[in-house]
């Protein structure tokens, strides 16, 4: 059997001009947890552009969403922008990653930290009732250059905490903060700089973090990944895998070529 399959596109929304969501049928063997990613694609003539894309959809989902940016000229975005309801979409049949809860140590509180598209897996995550089991909180950060970027926040300030099967947990424990850099905001910076003077932390009301309590995730830009690791080195945090869970977890939200 291939292990490519074909979904069909049955919605797109255009967030910005760099960035744009859509959701396609999912084929019922397509399996994932939520956080991971799988290759989406579309074929052009005989050929074939697949890329990396996080599942924005809980794994209980029966449809798949996606987030992605634009690139100018990037192979695969100058054409997946163009998609319509009907559209084929291709599916990796595998999916994998690093940002699962099975690859910290238990802690009290989990947190979320992404920039730009580094939100698809969260918002899976987020929406996955075990995780809540799991955490007295979870905090889920995203760090946009513009107010425009903050991608479905919406769905996180409002929509969510009214879902009629998850919404009362997610009331309770998820602690959303949407920060800008590049404009005026209500939370402004970089989330890193903020992390490093301790301010996040107040803004949340949360205490300053514990290699006893606390777990990161996070996703985002090569640079922002940088900077983050060496936090986690400062404070004494180590990167868990599968053999060996650790304090936080990585994954890059793209690879810069
Ligand atoms: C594990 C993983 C998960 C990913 N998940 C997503 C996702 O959920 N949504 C998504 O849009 N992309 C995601 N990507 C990136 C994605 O695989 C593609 O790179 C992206 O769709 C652009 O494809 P392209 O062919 O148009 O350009 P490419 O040739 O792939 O990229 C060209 C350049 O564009 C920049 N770029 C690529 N992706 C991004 C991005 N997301 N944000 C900012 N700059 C970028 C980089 O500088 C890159 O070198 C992920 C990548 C990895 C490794």
Known sequence: MSNIRECKILSVYHWTERLFSFTATRDPGFRFVSGQFAMIGLRTGDAQIMRAYSMVSPSYAETLEFLSIKVPDGP???????????????????????????????????????TGTGLAP????????EVYDQ????????????????AYRDLLT??????????????????????????????????TDRMRDGSLFQTIAMPPPRLEDDRFM????????????????????????SSRPGQFVIERAFVDK
């Open 76 to 114: 695969l975005t100058s054409r997946l922008k163009l998609i319509q309801p009907g559209d084929g979409l291709l599916l990796g049949a595998k999916s994998s990653g690093t940002l699962l809860t099975s690859n910290l140590i238990p802690g009290r509180r989990l947190y979320l930290v992404s």
């Open 122 to 129: 969260f918002m899976s995550i987020i929406r996955d009732p």
């Open 135 to 150: 955490h007295e909180h979870i905090v889920l950060i995203h760090n946009c250059r513009t107010v425009d970027e903050l």
């Open 158 to 191: 409002s929509d969510l905490r009214a879902d009629e099967w998850i919404g009362d947990v997610i009331a309770q424990k998820l602690i959303y903060l949407p920060m800008v850099s590049r404009e005026p905001f209500d939370h402004m910076g970089r989330v």
């Open 218 to 241: 996070v996703c985002g830009s090569p640079l922002m990944l940088a900077d983050f690791c060496q936090i986690m080195d400062e404070w004494g945090f180590r990167e868990g895998n």
